[in-house]
């Protein structure tokens, strides 16, 4: 264990996150969200699982080439051509970390390694884990310096066994070991314990920094991270707004906030931005169609108002009386700056690159078209609006179906009924349906024209912000042949937006 008073934050938002909304980010999203996080100052960034599918491989490559700062990661199970796909995807990055790891817990062993190869009996079973992870882990450092080794389950495991499996991975050269509690089965004094008991029980655990990573099956997730770090730990693993597997990962804004807010208690830092966390929060919510609840701590929108009389009265004479953290360190203040039809494209430009959104010129042309006629129809545009017109008019999948045309007859005494005209390849097609409202008339027109036989899981719709000349944002669920996807879409026309959700679900299906 490392005992020096600094915290070293690994994100996972673009792997257990991503595994969690039922989605595949698109390349282009998974390398606006690692910009973001570099700029948020996280440590590590786990980029992906690059054995998963060539798409994952050539995020993973991307942003290892791209971005600096951070250490970039990527996740391998123990075998051989995990690992070697992993050294591959991170040849160009500066800092590159393989993850690599096994299961430790006997349901886990005894569930996936059924196979008599990997030993008749359980204790057969467990040396044979024991050699198979340190093989991967020397075999991951053939390929680069800095190899972290997860205990998978080590929340479920039996401490002695997980003491020999630690000592024999930093011998074969681990320089981080990771104690998931995979399950989130674990309670805070529990966890601590257990990390404590590795501080004390395996023998060169002083070469090798302890990673907790905790989910949030009972709501536990921070709290045990931060019972974690109390006892040992020097680095902690999660994603932004908690997203992931089940009930999520540990929300990283809430371990960082509990760290710096209560220094007094813990007398630990870490090297993040908080500034940057309510733009990391609302891009990673955007495109991943997880929308933060309100009363979320930290960055949920009602994280900072105040309501009842006495709260305010209180809260106006002396901000302290109840706020413990304020809306600029987490970057809530700077949100509200507002843009108008006046704004000139190098206003646009500039704030969209504060959003974390690179534009290429010809993109930006594009965008500043459809901000001014957003910004004609609904006066002012708020950031929200704009992280939404940058999913609509750039989608991370090639459109190869376009909605030319869109138009409805509804009300409360006729048959709803939708016209529609798309390009598909370039071809022009027309349709029309009748359906339930208007929205499921266009998207049985849709799906006639095209000749598509993906099923809706889900419909979504919100206001972006207040008021009925808001602009609606639409999520939808596709799901075609086991393969899922999402779509939005934006405009302060709902069907409209409602349509674009489900021509871009449509895209991205392939
Ligand atoms: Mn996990």
């Given at each position: 264990?490392?005992?020096?008073?600094?915290?070293?934050?690994?994100?996972?938002?673009?792997?257990?996150?991503?595994?969690?909304?039922?989605?595949?980010?698109?390349?282009?999203?998974?390398?606006?969200?690692?910009?973001?996080?570099?700029?948020?100052?996280?440590?590590?960034?786990?980029?992906?699982?690059?054995?998963?599918?060539?798409?994952?491989?050539?995020?993973?490559?991307?942003?290892?080439?791209?971005?600096?700062?951070?250490?970039?990661?990527?996740?391998?199970?123990?075998?051989?051509?995990?690992?070697?796909?992993?050294?591959?995807?991170?040849?160009?990055?500066?800092?590159?970390?393989?993850?690599?790891?096994?299961?430790?817990?006997?349901?886990?062993?005894?569930?996936?390694?059924?196979?008599?190869?990997?030993?008749?009996?359980?204790?057969?079973?467990?040396?044979?884990?024991?050699?198979?992870?340190?093989?991967?882990?020397?075999?991951?450092?053939?390929?680069?310096?800095?190899?972290?080794?997860?205990?998978?389950?080590?929340?479920?495991?039996?401490?002695?066994?997980?003491?020999?499996?630690?000592?024999?991975?930093?011998?074969?050269?681990?320089?981080?070991?990771?104690?998931?509690?995979?399950?989130?089965?674990?309670?805070?004094?529990?966890?601590?314990?257990?990390?404590?008991?590795?501080?004390?029980?395996?023998?060169?655990?002083?070469?090798?920094?302890?990673?907790?990573?905790?989910?949030?099956?009972?709501?536990?997730?921070?709290?045990?991270?931060?019972?974690?770090?109390?006892?040992?730990?020097?680095?902690?693993?999660?994603?932004?707004?908690?997203?992931?597997?089940?009930?999520?990962?540990?929300?990283?804004?809430?371990?960082?906030?509990?760290?710096?807010?209560?220094?007094?208690?813990?007398?630990?830092?870490?090297?993040?931005?908080?500034?940057?966390?309510?733009?990391?929060?609302?891009?990673?919510?955007?495109?991943?169609?997880?929308?933060?609840?309100?009363?979320?701590?930290?960055?949920?929108?009602?994280?900072?108002?105040?309501?009842?009389?006495?709260?305010?009265?209180?809260?106006?004479?002396?901000?302290?009386?109840?706020?413990?953290?304020?809306?600029?360190?987490?970057?809530?203040?700077?949100?509200?700056?507002?843009?108008?039809?006046?704004?000139?494209?190098?206003?646009?430009?500039?704030?969209?690159?504060?959003?974390?959104?690179?534009?290429?010129?010809?993109?930006?042309?594009?965008?500043?078209?459809?901000?001014?006629?957003?910004?004609?129809?609904?006066?002012?545009?708020?950031?929200?609006?704009?992280?939404?017109?940058?999913?609509?008019?750039?989608?991370?999948?090639?459109?190869t179906i376009k909605?030319?045309?869109?138009?409805?007859?509804?009300?409360?005494?006729?048959?709803?009924?939708?016209?529609?005209?798309?390009l598909v390849k370039g071809k022009m097609k027309?349709?029309?349906?009748?359906?339930?409202?208007?929205?499921?008339?266009?998207?049985?027109?849709?799906?006639?024209?095209?000749?598509?036989?993906?099923?809706?899981?889900?419909?979504?719709?919100?206001?972006?912000?207040?008021?009925?000349?808001?602009?609606?944002?639409?999520?939808?669920?596709?799901?075609?042949?086991?393969?899922?996807?999402?779509?939005?879409?934006?405009?302060?026309?709902?069907?409209?937006?409602?349509?674009?959700?489900?021509?871009?679900?449509?895209?991205?299906?392939?």
């Amino acid at each position: 264990m490392k005992t020096t008073s600094k915290v070293a934050v690994f994100d996972t938002t673009l792997r257990d996150g991503e595994q969690a909304a039922g989605t595949r980010l698109g390349g282009r999203d998974k390398m606006t969200i690692a910009r973001q996080l570099a700029r948020l100052r996280v440590d590590i960034i786990e980029a992906g699982f690059p054995a998963s599918s060539p798409e994952d491989f050539e995020a993973v490559r991307a942003i290892a080439h791209e971005i600096q700062g951070p250490t970039i990661c990527a996740l391998s199970r123990a075998v051989a051509a995990d690992i070697e796909a992993c050294g591959k995807a991170l040849a160009r990055a500066k800092k590159p970390r393989i993850h690599t790891g096994i299961g430790v817990s006997d349901i886990h062993i005894l569930g996936k390694f059924q196979d008599d190869r990997y030993g008749k009996t359980l204790e057969a079973k467990k040396a044979k884990m024991i050699a198979l992870a340190v093989e991967a882990v020397k075999r991951a450092r053939n390929c680069v310096d800095d190899v972290q080794f997860y205990a998978e389950d080590a929340g479920r495991a039996e401490p002695e066994y997980l003491y020999l499996m630690l000592d024999a991975v930093i011998a074969a050269g681990a320089t981080v070991v990771n104690i998931p509690d995979t399950t989130g089965y674990t309670v805070p004094e529990q966890y601590g314990a257990l990390i404590k008991g590795i501080c004390d029980n395996v023998k060169n655990i002083k070469k090798a920094t302890i990673s907790v990573h905790c989910h949030d099956d009972l709501g536990l997730a921070v709290a045990n991270s931060l019972a974690g770090v109390i006892n040992g730990a020097r680095q902690v693993e999660g994603t932004i707004n908690g997203i992931g597997e089940r009930a999520g990962n540990a929300a990283l804004e809430e371990v960082v906030m509990g760290l710096r807010t209560r220094h007094d208690y813990y007398g630990l830092s870490t090297g993040i931005d908080p500034k940057e966390f309510f733009r990391t929060s609302r891009m990673v919510a955007e495109m991943l169609g997880m929308p933060v609840p309100a009363n979320k701590a930290v960055i949920g929108t009602n994280a900072f108002s105040h309501s009842s009389g006495i709260h305010v009265d209180g809260f106006l004479k002396n901000r302290q009386t109840y706020e413990i953290m304020t809306p600029a360190d987490v970057g809530i203040s700077e949100s509200k700056v507002v843009l108008t039809a006046r704004t000139g494209r190098a206003g646009l430009k500039a704030r969209l690159a504060k959003l974390g959104y690179e534009l290429k010129k010809d993109e930006l042309d594009t965008m500043y078209q459809r901000f001014l006629l957003v910004a004609d129809k609904k006066q002012e545009v708020l950031d929200e609006d704009l992280a939404a017109l940058v999913h609509d008019e750039l989608p991370p999948a090639e459109h190869t179906i376009k909605l030319e045309y869109l138009h409805t007859y509804g009300g409360t005494s006729a048959i709803p009924t939708a016209t529609v005209r798309v390009l598909v390849k370039g071809k022009m097609k027309e349709g029309a349906a009748i359906g339930d409202g208007p929205v499921d008339a266009v998207y049985k027109a849709i799906a006639a024209v095209t000749g598509s036989t993906a099923k809706l899981l889900r419909y979504e719709i919100r206001a972006i912000t207040g008021g009925t000349e808001a602009m609606g944002e639409v999520t939808v669920h596709l799901e075609r042949d086991g393969r899922r996807t999402l779509g939005r879409g934006a405009s302060t026309d709902i069907i409209e937006a409602s349509a674009k959700a489900y021509v871009d679900g449509l895209n991205r299906l392939g």
